[in-house]
Antibody, heavy 120, light 109 residues
Framework: QLQLQESGPGLVKPSETLSLTCTVS??????????WGWIRQPPGKGLEWIGS???????HYNPSLKSRVTISLDTSKNQFSLRLTSVTAADTAVYYC????????????WGQGTLVTVSS | QTVVTQEPSLTVSPGGTVTLTCASS?????????PNWFQQRPGQAPRALIY???NKHSWTPARFSGSLLGGKAALTLSGVQPEDEAEYYC?????????FGGGTKLTVL
């Protein structure tokens, strides 16, 4: 059974960089059948796709966040990571990682999510 | 900026049938947008229900079905159960980019 687990600081100061890691167990992130994505959800609001990465390292980002986002892979640790720079209170959200299945054109497995609050 | 629109809220009686829809600001939704549907209960992560318009995951209850309806993607729940009360999100694929709808809060009453 595939499992994804987000980890990282729960509190980030304004203007600093948010960094999260998603650890994948029960499957390899080096498989060519999947992308690995980040999605966030501000408190009380809907889901927003942040971006996705393929095992080759190619990325797709939400145009509204593209200038501040970097998603990367660490295949040796079976992890992928999110960096979001110059954060503001508007970046306060639950951040989820998820697997995108190429053949299905959809996300199937999701992590439980981690709340990141941006505050001084 | 592409916008994906869902009904903000719907109410259905237990045992009833309800259809949720998902529209794109770019025009009619077709199978080429590979519509996905997700269920999210309070305090939980989203759970995938439908992918590529009509396909169910192994864990998706049979009462959930996906389709295209009048230029929109649609999710139909037949024989609604109390545990179906949740927020439902659609997702559309725009050639590498992904956009979620704003969500529909489904109340079972």
């Amino acid at each position: 059974q595939l499992q994804l687990q987000e980890s990282g600081p729960g509190l980030v100061k304004p203007s600093e960089t948010l960094s999260l890691t998603c650890t994948v167990s029960g499957g390899s992130i080096s498989s060519g059948s999947y992308d690995w994505g980040w999605i966030r959800q501000p408190p009380g609001k809907g889901l927003e796709w942040i971006g996705s990465i393929y095992y080759s390292g190619s990325t797709h980002y939400n145009p509204s966040l593209k200038s501040r986002v970097t998603i990367s892979l660490d295949t040796s640790k079976n992890q992928f990571s999110l960096r979001l720079t110059s954060v503001t209170a508007a970046d306060t959200a639950v951040y989820y990682c998820a697997r995108w299945v190429h053949g299905n054109f959809g996300f199937d497995y999701w992590g439980q999510g981690t709340l990141v609050t941006v505050s001084s | 900026q592409t916008v994906v629109t869902q009904e903000p809220s719907l109410t259905v009686s237990p045992g009833g049938t309800v259809t949720l829809t998902c529209a794109s600001s770019t025009g009619p939704v077709t199978s080429g947008y590979y519509p996905n549907w997700f269920q999210q209960r309070p305090g939980q992560a989203p759970r995938a229900l439908i992918y590529s318009t009509i396909n169910k995951h192994s864990w998706t209850p049979a009462r959930f079905s996906g389709s295209l309806l009048g230029g929109k993607a649609a999710l139909t729940l037949s024989g609604v159960q109390p545990e179906d009360e949740a927020e439902y999100y659609c997702l559309l694929y725009y050639g590498g980019a992904v956009v979620f709808g704003g969500g529909t809060k489904l109340t079972v009453l």
